[in-house]
């Protein structure tokens, strides 16, 4: 078949690997999905590997204003790429798939700044140097192009959640709980809707980090034992961003450490170590309700898809903020939790090989639909 952009592609059922690091900067996770347009994709292998601590440390300074930045940033890309790199060896080594039998990689980046209040977000990422490594084509640059088009370039997986996850006849809502939190609302009648909500994980991780020294709370079992500041927790939630209307998208740009401390120094009474953990997770589960409950009262499900989805905390508060709503991860909805952004990403590649839009108006705000990502051949 020959694209609307002029390429000819195939439609048969392909192999494409989905590459995500996202805003936890806790490290890769790579799929290898099989999908054809109109079907539902299946994911064949899942691996990961952890940011090395020098590279994870490097991306979190980058986040804000330093030295050398661009000098940095190309060197940063190398690495994130020979981490890429080793992420595909093992997925074709793991499933006894030829680098020649994948069509594309799609491979995210590592974002690190995201204000398309100014027209544009960066993500730090070396596609020709992927390309070079694995043999394989690479997309990369998923975002520029929707923001480009005056949107947000967030969220971007809400059509790849219709494509897995809608419901016949229900109204369902897919969670991703990152390093910031998305919601994709997959309403019956067929139209869908996504914005982010807020804070996710990036803010428990922070505090986790700074108080017990690990780069999570483990279950959210320390939250679990702290008590919820309830004056605290409506001063977060005073944030403009919580009542701000959808097309919204957000990250480190708005929501990090200095707004936490801003929050704690202006908070009259004396808070634990403790009880802010648990006022932060329930920051995370109350802005997600909230908004849910707005944008969609009529939900019966809620998947929960990306690493929060493990922290047994977190998902008792929404549970208990969401009554009437069953709430559980995603491997209960055919894929593991974990999985879910990196098969949207391989998903994105074959849409970008196919000429095909994949960001979605209504989410993002965007002037139309567009064929996102740039392609790197192999
Ligand atoms: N066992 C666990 N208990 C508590 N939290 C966990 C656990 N496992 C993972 N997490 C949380 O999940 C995070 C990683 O999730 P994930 O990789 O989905 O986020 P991400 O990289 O920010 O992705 P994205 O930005 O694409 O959504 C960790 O930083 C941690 O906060
Ligand atoms: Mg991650």
Not at 223 to 244: I, M
Not at 268 to 296: C, F, G, I, K, W
Not at 353 to 372: E, F, K, Q
Request: hydrophobic share 45%.
């Amino acid at each position: 078949m020959t694209t609307p952009c002029g390429w000819r592609v195939s439609t048969e059922p392909g192999l494409f690997i989905g590459l995500m690091s996202g805003t936890s900067l806790d490290g890769v996770d790579g799929v290898l999905l099989e999908s054809a347009p109109g079907t539902p994709p299946r994911v064949l292998a899942h691996a990961a590997r952890a940011f090395p601590t020098g590279l994870r440390a490097e991306f979190f300074a980058l986040n804000t204003a330093d030295f050398d930045e661009l000098h940095r940033s190309a060197l940063a890309a190398q690495q994130l790429a020979d981490l890429y790199a080793e992420v595909v060896a093992t997925l074709l080594r793991d499933s006894g798939v030829s680098a020649a039998s994948v069509r594309a990689i799609g491979a995210h980046g590592q974002t690190v700044r995201h204000r398309p209040d100014l027209g544009y977000t960066a993500q730090i990422n070396a596609p020709a140097l992927l390309a070079e490594r694995c043999g394989i084509a690479v997309v990369a640059d998923f975002r520029s192009r929707d923001v480009a088009a005056g949107g947000q370039g967030a969220p971007l997986v809400p059509a790849f959640h219709r494509a897995v996850f809608a419901v016949a006849g229900a109204d369902v809502a897919i969670l991703n709980l990152g390093g910031f939190a998305n919601l994709s609302l997959l309403f019956a009648d067929g139209r869908t809707l996504g914005f982010d909500t807020g804070p996710g994980n990036a803010l428990l991780d922070h505090w986790a980090q700074r108080h017990l020294g690990h780069p999570y709370d483990a279950q959210g079992a320390w939250a679990a034992g702290g008590a919820v500041r309830a004056d605290l927790l409506t001063q977060f939630l005073a944030d403009p961003y919580f009542s701000r209307v959808a097309p919204k998208s957000t990250g480190r740009d708005d929501f990090h450490p200095a707004w936490l401390e801003r929050h704690l120094s202006a908070h009259a009474a004396q808070a634990s170590p403790q009880d802010v953990q648990a006022t932060l997770a329930a920051l995370t589960a109350h802005s997600v309700a909230e908004a849910l409950r707005r944008a969609m009262p009529a939900v019966c499900e809620l998947v929960i898809c990306g690493g929060g989805a493990r922290n047994t905390d977190l998902l008792s508060r929404l549970q208990q903020a969401l009554p009437g709503v069953t709430c559980r991860p995603s491997d209960h909805s055919g894929i593991p939790a974990e999985q879910v952004e990196a098969a949207a990403f391989a998903w994105l590649a074959q849409q970008t090989l196919l000429g095909l839009p994949s960001n979605l108006p209504a989410v993002t705000g965007a002037a139309g639909p567009r064929v996102l990502g740039a392609v790197y051949p192999a």
